[in-house]
C-alpha cells in the first residue's frame, strides 16, 4: 500500500492532467473558444515586431523619398494598430469564455467528490479528518481557476508564439532560428525540472502539513465542549501551534525554492537576450540584416521573453496548483465503501420479516471471524431486544440489515430480499434509527425533523414532534420550529435531542425501526417521556432494540443474548431470568447489583461529601 501510494504521487502531473482533460472533455464547445481565439491573439501578435521592423526601414530610407517613406511607415502603422485591435478583442473573447468554463468544472468537481466522499465506507469516515476532507475539496476547487489560467491562457499561448516566432527567424536567418530554439528548449527543460523535481517535492509536503493543520482546527473547534470542560485551552493552543512551526517551516523551504527558482531562470533568460542581440549585430556587421531587421529581431526576443519568463512563472504555478489538487484526485482512486450491483433493484419493505441464512461475517482482515454460520428469523412486527457485553456482535447485527457492510458468507434477507442485491439507498430509507447519540445537523428543528421526509409539510412536521413529546419543549423556544440547533445539535439538551431523533423516526414511517439504547444517560423526567414516545413509535413495526440496561428490554416480545458473535440465548424476559446459569441472568443479577450498590452507597458518599465541606471551626 505505501509503495502504490509513493509511486502515484511521484507522477502527479500526470493523474491531475487525465483528470482535467476528462473534465474539460464534458466542456468541448467553451474549451475550442477559449484556446482557439487566444491562439489566433497570439499568432496576431507574432506578427506585430516584423512589421515594426518594416516601419523602422520605411523610415531609415526618408533621405531618398519622405514621401514614399511615410505612405509606407503610415501603411505599416495601420497595420500594426489594426492587429493590436485583433489581439485586444481576441484575447478579451479568450477571457471571458474561461470564466463559465472555470466555474463549471468546479461545480463538477466539489459535486462529485462530495458525491463519492458521502458514499466511502463507515471505516473510512471514522479514520479521516472531516475537516482536512473539507480542505483538500475546496483548495482542489481553488486550484481549477489556476490550472486553467496557466494551461489555456499562459502555456498554450506560450508554446504558439515560441513554435511560431522560431519558425519565422530560421526561415529569415537560420542561425538565428537555431539560437533562439536553444534557448526555448534549455529554458524550458531547467523550468520544468526546478517545478517537478526541485520545487514540487517541498510543496507537496507544505500541501500535507496544509491539510493536518486544517484537520486539527476542526478537530479541535468541534470538541470546544470538551475543551472547556477540561479548561485544556492552553494545552490545544500548544498542540496547534506546535503544527503551525511546522507549517512555518515546510512552508518557507518552497518558498525559498521558488525564489532560488526564478533567479535561475532570469539568468538563463539573460543568457538568451545576449546570444539573441550578439547574433543580430553580427549578421548587420556582414550586411545581411537591415536595422529593421535587428529591430524586428530584437522586438520579437522582447514579446517572446515576456513569455518564457511567463512560462517559467506559470509552470510553477501549475506545479503548486497540481500538488493542491492531487489529494483530491487521490480520493477519486478511493474505492467505494460497497458499490450497489449494476443489476441492483430497489426494495420495498411491506412486513419486515430479517432473515439471517448461514451468515459468517469478519472485519477488514481480520483472520477469526465475528459470526460463524449465524442463522435466525425475526419475524414480522416482532419487537425485539439484543442484549450482550460489549463487543459480542449486536451492533454489528443492525449494521449487516442496513448493509453498512457485506457479509462474508450467508445471506440477510428483509421480507425474502437480499439486501445485497439491492440499492442502498432503497433499503435504508425504509429503515427508521433512533441512535444513542443523536445527530442533528445545524439547521432549523424542522428541517431536523423533516430530514426523513423533506416534503413533509408543517403540519406533518408538528404532528410527529407531538407523537415523540417533543412538541411541549420547542413550542416553549422563542423561534420554535425555526430554532437553529448549533452544530451537531449542541444547543439542545440530551433528552431533546432524543425526542428530535424520535420525531425524526415517526416521520419516516418506515416498517423496520432500530433503537440503540435510546434512553440511555438520560433524567428521570426525559426517560419517561422517551420511553412513552418509543412504545407508540414500536406500534405495528419490526423493532430492533440494542440494550445496554436490560430494564429497557423487559416487555419486549423477544431477547437475543449475543456472546461473542453467536446468540447464545433466545426468548421472553421471564424465559430468560428462569435459566438459573442463563447469561442473561447474570448480566440482569450484575446490573440490579449494580444498582442496589450504588443507591446504597449514595447517602455514605453525601455524608462525606458534606463533611468534607463543613468548615474546620465548626
Not at 429503515?431 to 423533516?450: D, Y
Request: hydrophobic fraction near 50%.
Amino acid at each position: 500500500m505505501v509503495k502504490h501510494r509513493r509511486k502515484r504521487r511521484g507522477s502527479a502531473i500526470g493523474p491531475v492532467l487525465v483528470f482535467m482533460f476528462r473534465h474539460w472533455s464534458r466542456r468541448k464547445p467553451l474549451l475550442a473558444l477559449v484556446t482557439g481565439a487566444i491562439a489566433a491573439a497570439t499568432l496576431a501578435e507574432i506578427v506585430v515586431p516584423l512589421f515594426a521592423g518594416r516601419l523602422v526601414d520605411a523610415l531609415t530610407r526618408a533621405g531618398n523619398d519622405r514621401a514614399l517613406a511615410a505612405s509606407e511607415a503610415i501603411e505599416t502603422f495601420a497595420l500594426m494598430a489594426g492587429l493590436g485591435l485583433v489581439v485586444v478583442g481576441l484575447r478579451h473573447i479568450a477571457w471571458s469564455a474561461v470564466i463559465p468554463l472555470s466555474l463549471r468544472i468546479m461545480s463538477d468537481m466539489g459535486v462529485d467528490a462530495f458525491h463519492r466522499v458521502q458514499r466511502f465506507s463507515t471505516d473510512w469516515h471514522a479514520g479521516t479528518f472531516a475537516g482536512s476532507t473539507v480542505r483538500k475539496i475546496t483548495r482542489a476547487m481553488a486550484a481549477v481557476d489556476m490550472i486553467d489560467d496557466v494551461l489555456l491562457l499562459a502555456l498554450w499561448p506560450s508554446c504558439v508564439v515560441l513554435v511560431g516566432t522560431i519558425l519565422l527567424l530560421g526561415w529569415q536567418w537560420p542561425v538565428l532560428g537555431l539560437v533562439m530554439a536553444l534557448g526555448t528548449i534549455v529554458y524550458v527543460a531547467l523550468t520544468i525540472l526546478l517545478a517537478t523535481r526541485y520545487i514540487a517535492p517541498a510543496a507537496r509536503l507544505s500541501n500535507a502539513v496544509d491539510t493536518r493543520l486544517g484537520g486539527t482546527l476542526a478537530d479541535a473547534l468541534g470538541c470546544n465542549a470538551v475543551v472547556k470542560a477540561f479548561g485544556a485551552e492552553a494545552r490545544e493552543d500548544s498542540r496547534f501551534t506546535s503544527i503551525v512551526a511546522k507549517w512555518i517551516k515546510r512552508t518557507r523551504r518552497t518558498w525559498v525554492r521558488h525564489t532560488a527558482s526564478g533567479t535561475l531562470q532570469l539568468a538563463l533568460l539573460w543568457i538568451v537576450r545576449t546570444s539573441l542581440t550578439a547574433v543580430a549585430l553580427l549578421l548587420w556587421w556582414q550586411g545581411r540584416a537591415s536595422p529593421g531587421d535587428v529591430t524586428y529581431v530584437l522586438t520579437t526576443y522582447f514579446v517572446v521573453q515576456g513569455y518564457l519568463r511567463d512560462v517559467g512563472q506559470h509552470v510553477n504555478q501549475f506545479q503548486r496548483s497540481v500538488n493542491d489538487m492531487e489529494e483530491l484526485v487521490a480520493l477519486h482512486d478511493e474505492p467505494l465503501g460497497l458499490a450497489d450491483k449494476p443489476d441492483a433493484a430497489p426494495m420495498t419493505i411491506s412486513a419486515a420479516e430479517i432473515q439471517f441464512q448461514h451468515v459468517t461475517f469478519r472485519y477488514g482482515v481480520h483472520a477469526t471471524p465475528l459470526y460463524d454460520d449465524l442463522s435466525v428469523t425475526i419475524r414480522a412486527g416482532e419487537r425485539v431486544g439484543l442484549v450482550g457485553h460489549s463487543g459480542s456482535g449486536k451492533t454489528t447485527f443492525v449494521k449487516l440489515i442496513q448493509r453498512l457492510y457485506d457479509v462474508t458468507g450467508g445471506r440477510v434477507l428483509i421480507d425474502g430480499q437480499d439486501v445485497a442485491d439491492t440499492t442502498q439507498s432503497s433499503l435504508r430509507q425504509q429503515i427508521a434509527i433512533v441512535p444513542q447519540e443523536p445527530i442533528l445537523f445545524h439547521r432549523s428543528l424542522a428541517e431536523n425533523i423533516a430530514y426523513a421526509r423533506p416534503g413533509a409539510s408543517a403540519a406533518m412536521i408538528r404532528h410527529a414532534a407531538q407523537l415523540a413529546n417533543a412538541a411541549e419543549f420547542i413550542d416553549r423556544l422563542p423561534q420554535g420550529y425555526a430554532t437553529l440547533v448549533g452544530e451537531r445539535g449542541v444547543k439542545l439538551s440530551g433528552g431533546e435531542r432524543q425526542r428530535i431523533a424520535i420525531a425524526r423516526a415517526f416521520l419516516a414511517d418506515a416498517p423496520l425501526l432500530i433503537l440503540d439504547e435510546a434512553t440511555s444517560s438520560l433524567d428521570s423526567e426525559s426517560e419517561r417521556l422517551i420511553q412513552d414516545a418509543i412504545g407508540r413509535l414500536m406500534v405495528g413495526r419490526t423493532a430492533l432494540v440494542i440494550a445496554h440496561r436490560l430494564s429497557t428490554v423487559r416487555s419486549l416480545d423477544r431477547i437475543l443474548v449475543f456472546d461473542r458473535g453467536r446468540i447464545a440465548e433466545d426468548g421472553t424476559h421471564a424465559t430468560l431470568l428462569g435459566r438459573v446459569d442463563g447469561l442473561y441472568r447474570r448480566l440482569f443479577e450484575l446490573q440490579t447489583d449494580t444498582l442496589v450498590a450504588t443507591v446504597s452507597a449514595a447517602p455514605r458518599r453525601e455524608l462525606a461529601e458534606t463533611r468534607s465541606m463543613t468548615p474546620l471551626s465548626t
